[in-house]
Nanobody, 121 residues
């Protein structure tokens, strides 16, 4: 069973920084890509950042230049460094991974439970 566990969320003032972590565990053979999404109340879940196994990154326009996605392969952990936070960044942030596990031939997408980020004005 693959599990993604997020941590690092919390309350921060506008202009501050947070680093989110997502630790992956279970029978993982390979990872195609890892993602950070966020969802604010009443809004659709949106893709914030993506990281492929080859190291390519993509960011939404709203966070580009402020957020950085990275991964520590030794720890099976992906990070989202969030700087210059704005109140509009307030949301539940979800880690997601497209990966191959021991049960399947094809890759599947797995989700973490989410971690709350609140940015005060």
């Amino acid at each position: 069973q693959v599990q993604l566990v997020e941590s690092g969320g919390g309350l921060v003032q506008a202009g501050g920084s947070l680093r989110l972590s997502c630790a992956a565990s279970g029978s993982i053979f390979s990872i195609n890509a890892m993602y950070w999404y966020r969802q604010a109340p009443g809004k659709q879940r949106e893709l914030v950042a993506a990281l492929t196994s080859g190291g390519s990154t993509n960011y939404s326009d709203s966070v580009k230049g402020r957020f950085t996605i990275s991964r520590d392969n030794a720890k099976n952990t992906v990070y989202l460094q969030m700087n210059s936070l704005k109140p509009e960044d307030t949301a539940v942030y979800y880690c997601s991974a497209d990966l191959y596990s021991g049960r399947y031939y094809s890759s599947h997408i797995y989700w973490g439970q989410g971690t709350q980020v609140t940015v005060s004005s």
